[in-house]
């Protein structure tokens, strides 16, 4: 005789399905508006990677990598000349899931491994920018360095800003949008 699944573990399993197809389009939706309004490329896409935040949460990391990958594939194939759905497939679509495994380990290490993370994604960002995207190398010269540094500090800002966030979603949003404990 086989054990049937009742109507509770059913409508949940049907509820994360559909909220994460729905983060997933608005996702795209984040990606998508960067690519029409041609700015705020990397705020549009560090927005569209809140949803995987909250994915991340409330259905865990399979179900928070599936977003992603949906996101990413769909921007890409509908915005491929888009920077801002480069930034989301290289960093900050799966970066929520990564933070969140990472911050188990010691605060010192945690900012090693998110750091060097966070710069290697650069280094293939930088890649795809002057390879496929074909942004010329010559605009930025010895600005490089400037630049590493500046994008350093706004990710440490982001990631800061990111956990605080993550507190007040759990502990102030997450009721109003009908998730509970």
């Known amino acids: 005789m086989k054990k049937s699944t009742g109507p509770k573990k059913t409508s949940k399993k049907a509820k994360a399905v559909a909220v994460c197809a729905m983060f997933a389009a608005l996702g795209v939706v984040a990606i998508g508006a960067a690519a029409v309004l041609d700015v705020l490329d990397m705020f549009l896409a560090l927005f569209a990677s809140a949803f995987i935040f909250i994915a991340v949460i409330e259905f865990g990391a399979p179900a928070a990598l599936a977003v992603w990958l949906a996101t990413s594939a769909l921007s890409l194939i509908l915005f491929p000349h888009n920077t801002a759905a480069w930034m989301y497939l290289i960093f900050t679509g799966w970066y929520p899931v990564f933070k969140r495994s ?3 380990l010691h605060y010192v290490i945690s900012w090693i491994v998110k750091l060097s993370a966070f710069n290697t994604c650069c280094l293939v960002y930088w890649l795809v920018a002057t390879k496929v ?11 490089i360095p400037v630049f590493a540094l500046v994008i350093n500090a706004a990710f440490i800002m982001f990631d800061i800003a990111a956990s605080k966030l993550i507190t007040l979603y759990i502990f102030r949003w997450r009721r109003r949008l009908g998730f509970k404990d």
């Open 102 to 104: 990472v911050e188990k």
């Open 133 to 143: 995207l074909l942004i010329p190398t010559e605009l930025f010269g010895w600005l």
